[in-house]
């Protein structure tokens, strides 16, 4: 009597075995701004993000009217602007804010990213790109004045370029000021969120809903955790005896559990790929090349790195059991 009831927990322990599973990858992957941290680096977003900042713009953007800007030229002033260590500073930064909101009890996440770096360095960066413009102007025709306190349309004849940027400084050092001085020295990204999604009466619902969803889970792990412990103590207890060691019993138990979930994430980890790329790359076929591109890379990574997480956890389990088992036959 006491087998066969060991053997039916052994079974509501494997059906619950894979929650538990899932709660220690969604707290220790999901649930960890490290892992996004990661995931960024490791997926090369902060290099690739000038591309697609710059193609998202358009083609021939404008500083100020008589200023305009190819998708290259302005990909060089978002390097000068925004390098990739500032970008990945800030970055890391707003997450942490996000998650650490997450655990708090303020009804509102603060996501502060700072300026003050970008308003320093983008009147040098707007005059560069302004002067190596300068240094592709035509010449100009036969009549054709430079009109005072406006960008210069051409290349007067007899004056070279070096003369032309003395004469345009005033002009030059004006546009990059202005457009500085429109930028604020801190940006909090949840109120700029709030913002955009004005007209949306769902966008703030749901950030209140994660948070209360993040809490639940993490209050539903706790229970899971226990019940799995509570499993392996009554198993361990109901089968202890000559016939039937605990050792034995429980490492069977995580055994079987854990090489079969294994053997089902493993095969998750290569079906998931294609269905990752195919439904994420369905969703953002509108979407630049670049932007899609980086975005369907960045999802798979994300997903197929959880799922290795849990076949991970799998096989740990199964290896315990087997050790537990191999010392439970020894007695």
């Known amino acids: 009597m006491r087998k066969a009831l060991a053997a039916l927990l052994a079974i509501v322990f494997f059906l619950v075995f894979p929650f538990g599973l899932v709660a220690t990858g969604v707290q220790t992957v999901l649930l960890n701004p490290g892992f996004y941290k990661s995931q960024l680096v490791k997926n090369n977003v902060y290099a690739k993000s000038y591309a697609f900042i710059s193609s998202a713009l358009g083609e021939s953007k404008q500083f100020s009217r008589d200023i305009p800007l190819s998708s290259a030229e302005m990909e060089q002033v978002l390097r000068e602007v925004l390098p990739a260590d500032f970008m990945q500073r800030q970055t890391e930064t707003a997450i942490d804010g996000f998650f650490a909101w997450l655990g708090s009890s303020d009804p509102a996440p603060r996501v502060n990213i700072s300026l003050g770096e970008v308003k320093a360095r983008m009147p040098r960066a707007i005059a560069a790109a302004i002067e190596r413009k300068l240094m592709q102007l035509p010449p100009c025709a036969p009549g054709q004045r430079l009109r005072e306190n406006e960008m210069p349309q051409c290349l007067p004849v007899g004056v070279n370029v ?18 500085a001085n429109v930028l604020p020295d801190n940006v909090n990204l949840a109120e700029v969120f709030a913002k955009a999604t004005n007209g949306d009466r ?20 706790i229970v899971v955790y226990a019940a799995l412990a509570v499993l392996l103590l009554l198993i361990g207890a109901l089968a202890y005896g000559p016939a039937g060691p605990a050792f034995k019993w429980v490492g069977m138990t995580l055994l079987v559990s854990g090489l079969l979930y294994f053997l089902f994430f493993l095969s998750a980890h290569f079906i998931g790929l294609g269905l990752v790329e195919q439904s994420v790359g369905s969703g953002l076929h509108q979407t630049q090349g670049v932007v899609a591109a980086t975005f369907v890379g960045l999802s798979s990574s994300i997903v197929l790195d959880f799922i290795t997480r849990l076949y991970v956890e799998s096989g740990i389990a199964a290896a315990v059991g087997l050790v537990l088992f191999v010392v439970g036959r020894r007695f």
């Open 162 to 179: 070096e003369t032309l940027k003395v004469y345009a400084a005033p002009e030059i050092l004006r546009v990059g000021q202005e457009m």
């Open 202 to 221: 769902n966008a703030q619902p749901a950030l209140a809903s994660l948070k209360q969803f993040v809490g639940t889970f993490k209050l539903a792990s």
